[in-house]
């Protein structure tokens, strides 16, 4: 995901509980282990690009966090779901649009129709 700023690049793998910060303008590569969360599945930065919002599974769904460049993550959400979620911020910083679903399945059988 591109900075606001358009300097630099977050990279994650889903399987680590990593953040790699990519730099377009020469600077080196950074490296953010995010303290207490695995599994990382979607990244994108904070409008103000002084913080990432990344979404990680846990035992009930998923969780929506906001992690610092030092790692520390804060649980700003949890989807109640085994389904992914991920938030975009508002050009402006104030509100995030939060994608979650829900999914509902039901069957019935008919006999002798």
Same mark, same amino acid.
């Given at each position: 995901m591109l900075s606001p700023d358009g300097t630099r690049i977050a990279v994650i793998k889903r399987s680590e509980g990593r953040i790699h910060i990519l730099s377009l303008i020469g600077q080196a590569p950074r490296e953010i282990n995010v303290k207490n969360w695995g599994n990382l599945e979607n990244v994108d930065w904070t409008a103000d %690009?002084? /913080?990432l919002l990344a979404s990680s599974p846990t035992q009930r769904g998923h969780a929506l966090l906001r992690v610092d460049? @030092? %790692?520390? /993550? @804060?649980l700003l959400w949890e989807q109640q779901q085994d389904l992914e979620t991920y938030a975009v911020p508002s050009p402006d910083g104030r509100h995030l649009a939060i994608m979650g679903w829900s999914l509902n399945s039901n069957i019935w059988s008919m006999e002798a129709f």
């Open positions: %690009g002084k /913080a460049f @030092q %790692g520390n /993550a @804060q």
